[in-house]
């Protein structure tokens, strides 16, 4: 890792280069190559799951569906629902799994060479669009596979609970607030998260420094959503109120109001009829 990247973090704040200087140099290696349908369909299989379970369902792929290696779209497709669900899939993972093959074959996902020429946020819309995959699960895949310098995983709980120790937050950092705060990390905020990730390690060890300084997270208000009622001529009184609409016909200022004449009752003699 360059000097001159941690440099820059740590001028940019002041938090940051505490726990840079308590971690140490930064050590995150991607991998040699990335295969697109290889990685999101072990992402599938590890989803809600831990990683010895996920792993035993996926050496059952390879075996049944597989021949012994990894299977090919083709091969996923040809496969029986009853096989995959064999091998340790649930409905919804054979599902998504099946939508992956589907996509890679349209190339919607894309192969290993025309995945490394797309920016980050080109993968992600392209990734997402196969069922059962998140933002999250690309960013990893931009993170650990691709190595891209540039990505905060916002809605990893890791990040945001390293935040939180780091920054001696009484609460967790919303998505939001966090990725406006991480803006001055730009160009590198990929190094940045993997800081935020050994912050957990040093808070378990006891041996994570104190906050520089104490900071305030912007606040980000919500977009309020503007809903519209069609209130009919006839509807109840209720209805008119929920709708921010007064039941009580409109009148000009100052006009007097028109009383209707009471009608008079009739006096009925007692135990006449009605």
């Known amino acids: 890792m360059s000097r ?4 820059h973090l740590s001028r940019a704040d002041a938090v940051l280069g505490g726990l840079i200087r308590a971690v140490g140099p930064y050590r995150l290696e991607p991998l040699a190559e990335c295969h697109p349908f290889q990685t999101l369909a072990r992402a599938i299989a590890h989803q809600q ?4 379970a996920a792993n035993t369902i996926l050496k059952r792929l390879v075996d049944s569906c597989g021949g012994g290696l990894f299977p090919t779209p083709e091969q996923v497709l040809a496969a029986s629902a009853e096989s995959l669900r ?45 069922r059962g995959i998140g933002r999250w699960t690309v960013e990893m895949l931009l993170v650990f596979q691709l190595g891209r310098p540039d990505v905060l995983p916002v809605d990893d709980f890791g990040v945001r609970t390293g935040f939180q120790a780091a920054y001696g937050l009484s609460r967790l950092p919303r998505p939001r607030a966090l990725a406006a705060w991480g803006e001055r990390w730009i160009p590198y ?4 998260a993997w800081y935020l990730w050994r912050a957990n390690e040093l808070k378990r060890a006891g041996t994570l420094p104190a906050p520089a300084e104490r900071i305030r997270l912007p606040r980000i208000r919500r977009a309020r959503r503007r809903v519209s009622r069609k209130v009919s001529a006839k509807a109840p009184a209720r209805a008119l109120r929920s709708a921010g609409t007064s039941s009580a016909p409109l009148r000009r200022s100052g006009a007097r109001r028109r009383s209707r004449p009471r009608r008079a009752r009739r006096s009925r003699a007692p135990g006449s009829r009605k």
């Open 4 to 7: 001159q990247i941690l440099t």
């Open 49 to 52: 799951l831990n990683g010895t």
């Open 86 to 130: 064999a091998a340790g899939f649930s409905f919804a993972k054979v599902a998504a799994l099946r939508d992956l093959a589907e996509k890679t074959l349209a190339a919607v996902v894309p192969d290993a060479a025309t995945l490394v020429a797309l920016g980050d946020e080109e993968i992600i819309a392209r990734l997402t669009q196969v």
């Open 189 to 192: 905020r990929t190094t940045a």
